[in-house]
């Protein structure tokens, strides 16, 4: 799992030992502040993973999963990791309730209010769940039959209809933008 700068200086680690490691071959940088240790299995969800830890550097994955901070990783790639519909990972969709300034070039950030309801963590990311997903991808104005496909995909799964008809796009999409 990669983590960042602040996480090594948090450990007591200097900016210098962990060029250092990338240099020798000990670490490897996955993305402008977040590393990999060497001989840790490589995912396809590492890059995601970097830029999510990314958007609160400070802070540890179990400090940010003991108290949500609102930034989750959404539509097509939360369909994507759940395996709903056909939807590549990349580029990475991000909500969060307050606007996050970033030049990531495969990274879309959106503001975007969901609710700690609506999120599971999958692989210590946090997620939204398919109905949060489904109405997500509608606000993004994602193809309508890819959609539908993730719907069919969803409902083979336990799809929560109760929970899903209170996710109106009206409610869902307060403070929607990009």
Not at 36 to 47: F, I, K, M, S
Not at 79 to 106: Q, V
Not at 124 to 130: D, E, G, N, Q, V
């Amino acid at each position: 799992m990669p983590d960042t700068r602040t996480h090594a200086a948090r450990l007591g680690i200097t900016a210098k030992a962990l060029s250092q490691a990338v240099a020798s071959g000990r670490a490897e940088r996955i993305a402008h502040g977040a590393y990999r240790l060497a001989g840790v299995p490589a995912t396809e969800r590492d890059h995601v993973t970097a830029i999510w830890k990314l958007t609160a550097s400070a802070k540890f994955t179990h400090e940010r999963m003991a108290a949500w901070d609102d930034i989750v990783i959404g539509g097509t790639s939360a369909a994507n990791i759940l395996g709903i519909g056909d939807f590549r990972l990349s580029p990475y969709r991000i909500y969060a309730r307050n606007r996050i300034n970033s030049r990531i070039a495969d990274a879309s950030f959106a503001v975007r209010a969901v609710d700690e309801e609506d999120i599971a963590w999958v692989d210590s990311l946090p997620i939204t769940k398919a109905e949060r997903t489904l109405v997500d991808l509608c606000l993004d104005f994602e193809d309508p039959s890819l959609i539908g496909d993730a719907l069919r995909d969803a409902a083979r799964r336990r799809l929560d209809y109760d929970r899903l008809a209170l996710l109106t796009p009206q409610e869902s999409g307060k403070g929607a933008a990009g």
